[in-house]
């Protein structure tokens, strides 16, 4: 008969609580019967004057680690082996008692007492029976009745532990001549029912039945007059019902969610699942709401040789407030998101991602997503070993409270090549690199752009531990713009038509690690310093569309061009200098760095104001990481005003505790003095907090909110006031091995367009092996 803990089990886990305290002997087992965990895998022939059959190594006394490999038995003939055998003349009866072991091909049976009637083929097995079937699965009960070739069985009270996962009890079972395991009255549950002692607990959940069908080929329960209880209560009715054992998805419907919120009330959704083959799935779920009309979505999936791709669709006909808050109607919404990688080859691969919304606030208002901006792109990539090749567009919705879609870029064609050469020049590698972009907008400038260049980089060691990085680096660019008034800030329009660039670069980079001992571990102590030198270049004729973000950070406080993108090369000649130091101890990890640049040039700078670089000293920027182990880390990465030291930049993470209670701490400051005429972040003061806390083994809290700190709205155009939070979020969590259950509060203080401020509330649950997610 079936059965979970493999074919291999120990039998520690007979009964199913309150279904299972009818099986006599079983429901009061408490201690775990040890069974070494290699008994089905290997036997080996144990002679004897009554047995002819099969000892395991542990039933003879030898060590598991010393028995052949497994061994192929004949399906045509019973083995078995027992303390004694007696044999009834008259009745023609072989009676086998004490240990009893019956084998026939992969199935094995276990009991005190084994009665064969060598004229009817009936054999009865008794006390404290095991059957273990050729798929693992396992019967526990008291009695059997078999038949000769051990293919059918008829048992009361019996428990079935099933290799993929679940247990039943029932009354009555029998096996037929197919297979399938029939059970009348009988108990399901996906839950564990016995506690780590090995005594009998109550499953969280199970499924109780008239009628239970299982076939173990296929791997599937099948009830009949079902019913489902949680802690104890009946719930639900399941009229049709079937479970497979090993945790694949069948199709039918899902655990249902349950939300409340402030711009849809109250909220119930179902999913249907539907398994169309091996490799492709589609779920279809229902929301019913009682403050808006209904809404469908569609989730499909599917698997091919090469790759996968997934495709999601939400779809209502509701009431829309833009995000002026002062206009509404009635029209269809939507969101369609797409996402797929194939690897065509060793060498080729595509992806694509595919996201749009029908409007600015529905993500929001129906809990999809928080996203401000939808980005879609498809990317045809060759990696090689010496080479790379990307030909990629992208395209983008602004779901912003501000701003105008026309103005927002879709870049097709973005193709990037580089390729570097094993050969040596002067003891240097080289590199070269092509790239072309393609930028269309609706309402605003248009800009293709081309450039190549090559590189020349050289590393090398001094015989007194230095490290010198040699770099030169010449590029040409090529541009093309028009209507570039329509973009609003002066400095990133450039010159219309055809402008041209070229440059050239040269840098020197040293560092000298020193190493040694320190507070009982090993420190490291590495000053760092980098020349660099760049011909001066007609940047602002230059339209500039990926170089905005510029600000001096720690991570591109040595890099060649400090710009991000490739529209702006800052030219001069500069200095940069700075120092790291890392101490690594038992479970202690420190680093830290810090460091500052000085242009060489008087000539005015093209970086604005508060970005750190305006001057020609710039601010100080460091970063300094301090963990312990996996139990806390600490990370506080600033910028320093080098005429006042001032904190321009403030941020701190913090992580203390394990994966299931720990507290997350996020503080950002950034007094940059950057207007909004330049750059489209503002200054800010903003904290984050997250936490989990597990008590009483199976039950969690967790929160987590954002809060702005500052004077001013950290979003424009919404009802938020300062120093207050943006988002709020509390929950407590109750998780099994079987049973998860998530009830979460939510609060928004933003209110943009339908999407309205106030407090939600989800309820979610999920049974092992019943919809689970």
């Known amino acids: 008969m079936p059965a979970l803990i493999g074919p291999h089990a120990p039998l520690a886990k007979p009964n199913l609580s309150i279904a299972l305290r009818r099986m006599a002997p079983w429901a009061a087992l408490c201690v775990a019967l040890a069974a070494d965990p290699t008994w089905a895998a290997t036997m080996r022939e144990a002679g004897g004057p009554s047995a002819g059959g099969l000892e395991t190594g542990a039933e003879a006394g030898g060590p598991a680690a010393d028995l052949p490999q497994r061994t192929r038995y004949d399906e045509n003939k019973i083995d078995f082996a027992a303390d004694q055998v007696d044999y009834d003349d008259t009745n023609d009866v072989v009676i086998a008692t004490g240990n009893v072991f019956l084998r026939r091909g992969e199935q094995t049976v276990r009991a005190n007492t084994v009665r064969w009637n060598r004229k009817t083929g009936q054999i009865m097995a008794q006390g404290q029976l ?77 499924v109780t039945a008239r009628h239970v069908e299982y076939d173990p080929d296929k791997k599937i329960v099948r009830f009949k007059g079902a019913r489902l209880s949680l802690f104890g209560a009946s719930i ?74 997934q495709i999601t669709g939400y779809l209502t006909r509701s009431a829309a407030t833009d995000v002026s808050g002062l206009n509404t109607q009635q029209k269809w919404r939507g969101y369609f998101d797409a996402n797929g990688k194939y690897q065509l080859s060793p060498n080729w691969s595509l992806d694509f991602s595919g996201r749009f919304a029908s409007d600015r606030t529905f993500l929001r208002r129906y809990y999809i997503s928080s996203d401000d901006t939808l980005r879609s792109n498809i990317n045809l990539e060759r990696i090689g070993q010496t080479s790379y090749f990307s030909l990629s567009g992208w395209a983008f919705q602004t779901l912003r409270a501000t701003g105008t879609q026309g103005l927002v870029p879709i870049t097709l064609p973005m193709i990037d090549y580089r390729r570097r050469f094993d050969e040596n020049l002067l003891g240097g590698k080289i590199e070269v690199r092509a790239n072309t972009l393609a930028i269309t907008r609706s309402a605003g400038q248009d800009m293709q752009r081309a450039f190549a260049s090559v590189e020349w980089n050289l590393r090398k060691m001094t015989p007194m531990g230095q490290i010198i990085t040699l770099t030169a680096l010449g590029r040409g660019d090529v541009y093309h713009s028009t209507d570039n008034l329509l973009t609003s800030t002066a400095i990133y329009r450039g010159t219309a038509g055809w402008q041209g660039r070229a440059t050239a670069t040269a840098a020197a980079d040293i560092t000298w690690p020193f190493v040694g001992p320190l507070f009982g571990g090993t420190q490291v102590l590495t000053p760092h310093v980098q020349f660099v030198a760049t011909s001066p270049t007609p940047n602002m004729r230059i339209p500039n569309e990926d170089a905005r973000a510029i600000e001096l950070e720690d991570i591109n406080l040595f890099a060649l061009n400090r710009f991000p993108g490739y529209d702006r090369i800052e030219d001069g000649n500069r200095v940069t200098y700075g120092m790291e130091w890392r101490l690594e101890r038992p479970n202690w990890r420190i680093n830290a760095n810090v460091g500052q640049s000085y242009r060489l040039t008087s000539q005015p700078t093209l970086l604005p104001q508060g970005t750190g670089l305006s001057d020609r000293m710039s601010d100080i920027v460091g970063r300094t990481e301090i963990r312990y182990r996996d139990f806390f880390k600490i990370t506080h990465r600033y910028r320093l005003d080098h005429d006042s030291f001032v904190f321009r930049r403030n941020e701190v993470d913090a992580t203390l505790g394990s994966d299931t209670t720990y507290l997350e701490v996020g503080y950002a400051r950034l007094n940059r003095n950057i207007t909004t005429s330049q750059e489209d972040l503002v200054d800010s003061n903003e904290l984050r907090t997250a936490g989990r806390i597990a008590f ?78």
């Open 130 to 206: 095991r059957v273990v079937d050729a798929n693992g699965n396992e019967l526990l009960t008291d009695q059997m009745e078999l038949s000769e070739d051990l293919s059918v069985g008829l048992t009361h009270n019996m428990l079935m532990l099933m290799r993929e996962g679940g247990r039943l009890a029932a009354n009555e079972g029998r096996r037929d001549t197919n297979g399938h395991y029939v059970l009348t009255q009988a108990a399901y549950t996906g839950c564990d029912v016995v506690d780590s002692k090995g005594c009998e607990k109550k499953p969280i959940w199970k």
């Open 236 to 309: 639900v009715p399941l009229p049709s019902l079937q479970v497979a054992t090993d945790g694949r998805p069948l199709p039918g419907f899902l655990v249902p969610d349950f939300r409340t919120s402030a711009a849809n009330g109250f909220e119930f959704s179902s999913t249907y699942y539907a398994r169309l083959a091996n490799n492709k799935d589609l779920a279809i779920t229902g929301y019913a709401f009682t403050k808006a009309k209904p809404m469908a979505k569609v989730h499909y999936r599917q698997l091919g040789d090469t790759g996968a791709f």
């Open 696 to 773: 009483a083994k199976f039950w969690s809290v967790f929160g987590s909110g954002v809060f702005d700190l500052s004077d001013k709205s950290l979003l424009a155009n919404t009802s938020t006031a300062s120093f207050q939070p943006l988002r709020t979020r509390l929950g407590v969590s109750f998780q099994t091995d079987c049973f998860q259950f998530d009830l979460n509060w939510r609060r928004d203080y933003v209110t943009i367009g339908d999407a309205v401020r106030g407090s939600s509330f989800e309820l979610r649950f999920s049974l092992r092996n019943l919809g689970f997610r």
